[in-house]
């Protein structure tokens, strides 16, 4: 089976965590320290806080530009649910911005409209969809316009850049995950960078239940979360760092090679808004319309041939949640709706060779003809 992704783990990440392990001190210690001033170096910043998942970094992050009960945050149609959730776990209210077809990212005009229409919309979180960036620049002038904050879900996106910023350093805090679907792993894992330093403080006390980092004494000087990484994780984090540049430029090769296989065929392949823009967390194209709604089968045909194939993400206002609450209809945000239903996720991974992509394409050819 050529599988859809696959963490690249090898003796580094193995070795690092095993002397974790043996060390005996398991959580806050000096890998947690040593992974936050890589990332921070990374992404030119001293700012970053690691933190459990992704999850609790877009959680923090709303929780630190006091996003409250009642209030609106502006988000992308389209993502992996975490990105709406924290915004309910908040108390607060999405308001769904509908996105591209282009760069699957939140549509830079009709989050101008969002804000307009919502004088209550406390944050904006725009989502580097699949790892490729979202018109970024062109949101932040928006938001800037408004003065409203952005939090930057770049949880698939480390290590892409547009106009020479980095992905996560346009917003007001950005965060990160290093779940095993993402190209970087610590197996679970995530971090939120930000340059304003009350903001890291307390992302730094939220995580840690509260507890005040530069106290003398213990001092806990508001409700927290345990939202820590432990050392085990960040010790296998290190490692995967140093080796990013390497992932990165392996599945620009792959993405490449798809594009030039696949270009005979009716799929659309993904669009970057330039090379350095795009680490290809997921190589997700999308079906002609008339094919896609026998996706589950295509998806099912590609299995049998040996081939793991998914669909792209989710189109948030219709989960059940969503849809039952705001009582959200079909046909509330067109192109999410159409690129959700198009969408097909095919193999991408460090390890995926030339030869495996070959075989992918080959396969989906071969299902499109007889589907
Ligand atoms: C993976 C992902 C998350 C959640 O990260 P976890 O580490 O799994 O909690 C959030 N947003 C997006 C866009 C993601 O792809």
Same mark, same amino acid.
């Given at each position: 089976? @050529? %599988? ?9 990440? !193995?070795?690092? =965590? /095993?002397? +974790? *392990? ?116 062109? @949101? %932040? ?9 952005? !939090?930057?879900? =770049? /949880?698939? +996106? *480390? ?132 094919? /896609? ?79």
């Amino acid at each position: 089976m @050529i %599988k859809l992704g696959s963490p690249d783990i090898d003796d580094a990440e !193995v070795a690092a =965590a /095993a002397e +974790a *392990l043996r060390s005996g001190q398991l959580v806050q210690g000096p890998r947690v320290a040593e992974f936050e001033r890589l990332l921070g170096e990374r992404l030119g910043s001293p700012g970053v806080a690691a933190v459990s998942n992704g999850t609790a970094a877009l959680h923090i992050a709303l929780l630190l530009l006091d996003v409250k009960p009642g209030q609106q945050v502006a988000v992308t149609t389209f993502s992996w649910p975490a990105t709406a959730n924290v915004i309910e776990l908040c108390g607060a209210t999405p308001v769904f911005v509908d996105i591209e077809d282009t760069t699957f990212g939140m549509d830079p005009e009709r989050l101008e409209e969002a804000l307009r229409l919502n004088a209550g919309i406390r944050a904006v979180m725009p989502v580097h969809a699949f790892g490729g960036m979202a018109q970024i620049e062109a @949101i %932040k002038s928006i938001t800037d316009r408004h003065v409203v904050p952005i !939090v930057e879900d =770049a /949880a698939c +996106a *480390l290590g892409a850049v547009l106009h020479g910023r980095a992905a996560g350093r346009w917003g007001t805090v950005g965060c990160f995950s290093f779940h095993p679907r993402k190209a970087a792993t610590t197996g679970e894992g995530g971090a939120i960078v930000t340059d304003d330093p009350a903001l890291l403080r307390r992302a730094r006390v939220l995580r840690n239940h509260g507890l005040d980092p530069a106290a003398a004494e213990p001092d806990f000087v508001e409700p927290g979360f345990n939202y820590r990484l432990s050392e085990m994780q960040a010790a296998v984090g290190v490692a995967q760092l140093r080796k990013l540049d390497r992932f990165i430029s392996a599945r620009r090769d792959l993405a490449a090679h798809y594009d030039r296989l696949l270009a005979p065929l009716s799929v659309e392949t993904p669009r970057s808004l330039s090379v350095e823009a795009h680490v290809y967390q997921s190589y997700v194209v999308l079906l002609p319309s008339e094919v /896609a709604p026998r996706r589950k089968a295509i998806i099912a045909a590609m299995r049998e041939r040996g081939v793991e194939t998914t669909i792209g993400t989710y189109h948030m206002p219709l989960l059940t949640y969503f849809r039952k609450t705001y009582h959200f209809k079909a046909g509330g945000h067109p192109v999410s709706e159409s690129v959700a239903a198009r969408a097909l996720a095919l193999p991408m991974h460090n390890r995926l060779s030339a030869a495996d992509v070959q075989r992918v394409v080959e396969s989906l050819a071969d299902v499109l003809r007889s589907s």
